[in-house]
């Protein structure tokens, strides 16, 4: 999958009506995540209090006619439109209500709930527990999931109902700003259900006691044990890269882990490989990528050239890329059925490193994938049901495409890694060790992120020339890790002690 950046949105309102005054804060987010499926679903009525049931009448009215919605709050949907012009076909024609799930529901009330108990506002627990955890310990596997969350702070008395309005309102609001669009719950297609968490009581804000409507909504698209094609390939593509950029930067490490064994005591290798800088994903060699990938599964030949007679330069005419500064890795596995995502990608792994450890053999020099020159990749996978030799296969091809950044394109200081129990003990990550939808905060001399990792525990972000350090909590114990963006992509992998296994 895609790593996802985490935005966080604050809106503060100002004082509302004599005698008492009104904070309200606004915490919102969206995180991509893995598989999909139907859900179980209850009515509102029998989750839901009335405040709640208020929120979600809201929050699925907007998502019937945004545009209206937009009005209601005073903003201008023409230039909403002009400066996200991604919600044009949202506007247009609506989204489908969202159903309330009771798993969902609890995760929400019990995160609304400790946090009020314990008085602080995030959507990351002081345990480093982010919303797409909370989502499984309730009982909800999801592929996409997002959470907002806000708080009215009051010292007279203060309706309920009306408090919901300012929620829901700024909740909007934040979301239809052109900084929000990475962001966005109530108006995002891809969920199906929700979960909402509504509470009241005493509450310490800044160390100041006060009283509070307290508000969790979560928003997920639940989880299928059978993988759509799309989703399947996300999901084998987000292992597979991964795993080739860890190679990347620890060759000698990945040679004795995953090298094949007449590979793993050759002497040149030691002198031929070193550690170079990950490649960070290009969305244009992405394309080029995942055509040629389609390609091979329909002619069942590995092979830089197309089965229409293209060669590998005439693959990249009219792109940003030239063909003469550019590399490429195949890959191809056949199995008797199919395999789960990690399986698929672990097997392509295999093929394409050892592929380039031979030819790196074989030329004496490091191969296209180990050269330090390239910067950006784009990685596709195509699998389906084929024959082979009369029998019926599972195929799995895969392309990937190594570049230099184009002269002309924005270079950002990139972070990728992962976070994970290191199980094995071997220094390096394995499928299966990944801490999915944990927490990461990130300081560094640009801006402070809040990030939350991958289905695998990968993580990707743009953080800002300068030393930036990387932070992560587990089992109450914080574990720090320093990194320097420079020119280059940089790797981050932080590994937890197999003791941490047992943890939240």
Known sequence: MENILWHVFCCLSGAMKTGFSIATLLITMLIWLTPISSFGTESAEALFNEEEGLLLEMINKARQNPRQAVVDLGMDP??????????????LHGLAPLAPHPALVDSALKHAADMLDRGYLSRISPEGIG??????????EPYAGGESL??????????????????????????????????????????????????????????????????????????DTGYSSQKFKALIESELKLLLNQARVYPQAAIREAAWPQFKDNAGLQSWLVGNAPLVESPELTVIARAHAEDMLGSLVLDSGTSDGKDF???????????????????????????????????????MFNGEIFRTITNMTASQFFQDQYSEMGLAIAFGKVMVDGLPKVAYMATLDLSITPADSPRDEV??????????????????????GHALLVDSPARDLLVETGRFGEFSLASGRGDTRLTVQWQNETVEQWVCPQDRPVWADIALPPDAADGP
């Open 78 to 91: 023409d230039q909403v439109l002009g400066q996200s012009p991604e919600l044009a076909d949202v506007f």
């Open 131 to 140: 919303p797409l955890a909370r989502m499984r310990q309730s009982g909800f």
């Open 150 to 223: 806000g708080i009215v702070t009051f010292m007279n008395f203060f309706p309920a109902k009306t408090a919901v309005t300012i929620l829901f309102s700024n909740m909007l609001k934040a979301e239809l700003e052109p900084s929000g669009r990475n962001s966005r719950t109530i108006l995002n297609p891809e969920f199906r259900a929700v979960g909402i968490g509504y509470v009241a009581g005493k509450y310490v804000l800044n160390g100041r006691k006060t009283n509070a409507y307290l508000a969790v909504c979560d928003f997920a698209l639940q989880a």
């Open 313 to 351: 330069a005439s693959r990249f005419e009219g792109s940003s890329y030239d063909p003469a500064k550019t590399g490429e890795v195949l890959g191809i596995v056949l199995s008797d059925e199919f395999l789960s995502p990690q399986a698929a990608a672990l097997q392509l792994y295999h093929y």
């Open 415 to 436: 972070i990728l890694g992962v976070i994970y129990v290191d199980q094995n003990a071997d220094g390096l990550y394995s499928p299966g060790e990944g801490l999915a």
